[in-house]
């Protein structure tokens, strides 16, 4: 009888035993699922947010040798508003393109800075059109705080677009220097993809040099321009780590401040250096692209070298690359001061051709056949600094007289002419 207390005794024991742990395994499931719908409803709530770089704002510049990590960006709970059920370990699991580029997903102490109902408000239902990016249409918009900005809207049907769009976010989540323009924030909604840049008053190099509508520009102030611009491709080359390939320099992603004062832009295409290598099909702008990575597939810094004095050239020239420029740089090469033919005729007067000249000779070096010959860009940097350091005197300037101009119109004019004539040929052959 005692043998079978003790049994009856150990069953009951056992059987509470169970019944304490199924409560407990029960309380734990029911905490987790109520944690679980608090963090899926945190994100839904947020989702259509703009999603902020830096506490810096828009008309902040940062010149800095190395790139940011997360942690500059993410230093515990104090990015995430009080309330919030986000915890550093959800976000970087829920919101893997954010925690990828390392920026942060609210303001501290701040509300979001718009949702997409505001964009289409400032942006007047995106009839404000500035111009094409690489991968969608590019927007004014005026914010109910009274910032300016511009909205970069991905087409709904471009499966590449939403690539370069995250390659866009990735790289200018750490990248900042005075002469790249500042990418302001982003925002995903509902399949719906924006970049939200600085606004950029003075719009882009390529309207400038092309548009009858906009105001010329002086030679010091093209000179200025190029040396800008080779401060923001050595900053990508030389100061970013790892070193970053634009891939699609070209005037139109030059862009002009207030100030005249260019800035690199549109980084959709860009790769860095460090990558796996693996080749992949020839991207880039028509009349920019180094002939070198059409034959090899492969693309390097020294690409890039070769896009930037096609652009040096541009603002020499004034002359589209898809307008036979190459035909024009090729003909005037064939003797020392054979650039002074294809100057841009409203620069004449305006200018000091040994500064042209030099210039000129820089975008030769840059546009050399082998890449390997071609200089880096700190070099192309020196070269111009110097160029715009070493002012001569005005007896020893070379500039040009009244005469001198008229006589170099009419010899440029005549020589487009015979261009032209040999183009026709060329396309008859």
Same mark, same amino acid.
């Given at each position: 009888?005692?043998h079978?207390?003790?049994?009856?005794?150990?069953?009951?024991?056992?059987?509470?035993?169970?019944?304490?742990?199924?409560?407990?395994?029960?309380?734990?499931?029911?905490?987790? $699922?109520?944690?679980?719908?608090?963090?899926?409803?945190?994100?839904n709530?947020?989702?259509?947010?703009?999603?902020?770089?830096?506490?810096?704002?828009?008309? @902040?510049?940062?010149?800095?040798?190395?790139?940011?990590?997360?942690?500059? +960006?993410?230093?515990?709970?104090? +990015?995430?508003?009080?309330? #919030?059920? $986000?915890s550093?370990?959800?976000?970087?699991?829920k919101?893997?393109?954010?925690?990828?580029?390392?920026?942060?997903?609210?303001?501290? /102490?701040?509300?979001?800075?718009?949702?997409? *109902?505001? &964009?289409?408000?400032?942006?007047?239902?995106?009839?404000?059109?500035?111009?094409?990016?690489?991968? %969608?249409?590019?927007y004014?918009?005026?914010?109910?705080?009274?910032?300016?900005?511009?909205?970069?809207?991905?087409?709904?049907?471009?499966?590449? =677009?939403? /690539?370069? $769009?995250?390659?866009?976010? #990735?790289?200018?989540? *750490?990248?900042?220097?005075?002469?790249?323009?500042?990418?302001?924030g982003?925002?995903?909604?509902?399949?719906?993809?924006?970049?939200? !840049?600085?606004?950029?008053?003075?719009g882009?190099?390529?309207?400038?040099? +092309?548009?009858?509508e906009?105001?010329?520009? @002086?030679?010091d102030?093209?000179?200025?321009?190029?040396?800008?611009?080779?401060? =923001?491709? %050595?900053?990508?080359?030389?100061?970013?780590?790892?070193?970053? &390939?634009? *891939?699609?320099?070209?005037?139109a992603?030059?862009?002009?401040?207030?100030?005249?004062?260019?800035?690199?832009?549109?980084?959709?295409?860009?790769?860095?250096?460090?990558?796996?290598?693996?080749?992949?099909?020839?991207?880039?702008? !028509?009349?920019y692209?180094?002939?070198? +990575?059409?034959?090899?597939?492969?693309?390097?810094?020294?690409?890039d070298i070769?896009?930037?004095? &096609?652009?040096? $050239?541009e603002?020499?020239?004034?002359?589209?690359?898809?307008?036979?420029?190459?035909?024009?740089?090729?003909?005037?090469?064939?003797?020392?001061?054979?650039?002074?033919?294809?100057?841009?005729? *409203?620069?004449?007067?305006?200018?000091?051709?040994?500064?042209?000249?030099?210039?000129?000779?820089?975008?030769?070096?840059?546009?050399?056949?082998?890449?390997?010959?071609r200089?880096?860009?700190?070099?192309?940097s020196?070269?111009?600094?110097?160029?715009?350091?070493?002012?001569?005197?005005?007896?020893?300037t070379?500039?040009?007289?009244?005469?001198?101009?008229a %006589?170099?119109?009419?010899?440029t004019?005549?020589?487009?002419?015979?261009?032209?004539?040999?183009?026709?040929?060329?396309?008859?052959?």
């Open positions: 009888m005692a079978k207390g003790e049994l009856v005794v150990i069953g009951i024991s056992v059987g509470v035993a169970l019944g304490i742990l199924i409560a407990v395994l029960a309380f734990l499931g029911i905490c987790w $699922f109520k944690k679980r719908s608090h963090l899926q409803n945190a994100n709530d947020h989702s259509g947010m703009i999603l902020p770089i830096r506490k810096n704002g828009l008309d @902040s510049s940062i010149d800095s040798s190395a790139s940011l990590s997360v942690s500059e +960006y993410v230093t515990g709970s104090d +990015y995430l508003p009080k309330g #919030s059920h $986000f550093w370990w959800s976000y970087r699991s919101n893997g393109l954010a925690s990828a580029s390392g920026i942060p997903r609210y303001l501290y /102490k701040s509300k979001p800075l718009c949702v997409p *109902r505001d &964009i289409q408000k400032a942006t007047q239902n995106f009839t404000t059109i500035l111009g094409q990016g690489s991968f %969608g249409p590019v004014k918009a005026s914010m109910a705080t009274g910032e300016v900005v511009a909205v970069k809207v991905l087409a709904s049907d471009s499966k590449q =677009g939403e /690539k370069e $769009f995250q390659t866009e976010v #990735s790289l200018l989540g *750490r990248l900042h220097h005075r002469n790249l323009v500042n990418l302001v982003y925002c995903v909604d509902k399949g719906q993809h924006m970049l939200i !840049y600085e606004f950029m008053r003075n882009s190099l390529a309207d400038h040099l +092309y548009s009858q906009e105001e010329v520009l @002086s030679w102030v093209r000179l200025e321009i190029a040396l800008d611009i080779s401060h =923001g491709i %050595g900053y990508l080359h030389d100061g970013a780590v790892p070193p970053v &390939i634009h *891939r699609d320099l070209k005037s992603n030059i862009l002009l401040d207030r100030s005249m004062r260019a800035k690199v832009a549109d980084f959709g295409l860009s790769k860095e250096e460090a990558s796996d290598g693996r080749k992949s099909g020839i991207k880039g702008t !028509y009349g692209i180094d002939p070198e +990575y059409i034959t090899t597939n492969k693309f390097t810094t020294k690409s070769y896009s930037f004095g &096609i652009i040096l $050239f603002l020499i020239t004034a002359i589209h690359p898809q307008q036979n420029l190459m035909e024009y740089v090729n003909l005037a090469g064939m003797s020392p001061d054979g650039v002074d033919e294809i100057l841009d005729k *409203r620069l004449i007067g305006d200018c000091k051709i040994l500064e042209v000249r030099n210039l000129a000779s820089v975008a030769h070096k840059c546009l050399r056949k082998t890449s390997r010959r200089p880096s860009i700190a070099e192309v020196q070269a111009i600094s110097k160029i715009k350091q070493s002012r001569l005197s005005k007896d020893d070379m500039s040009f007289s009244r005469e001198d101009a %006589g170099l119109v009419c010899r004019e005549l020589q487009q002419v015979q261009l032209s004539k040999m183009s026709s040929i060329n396309e008859i052959m």
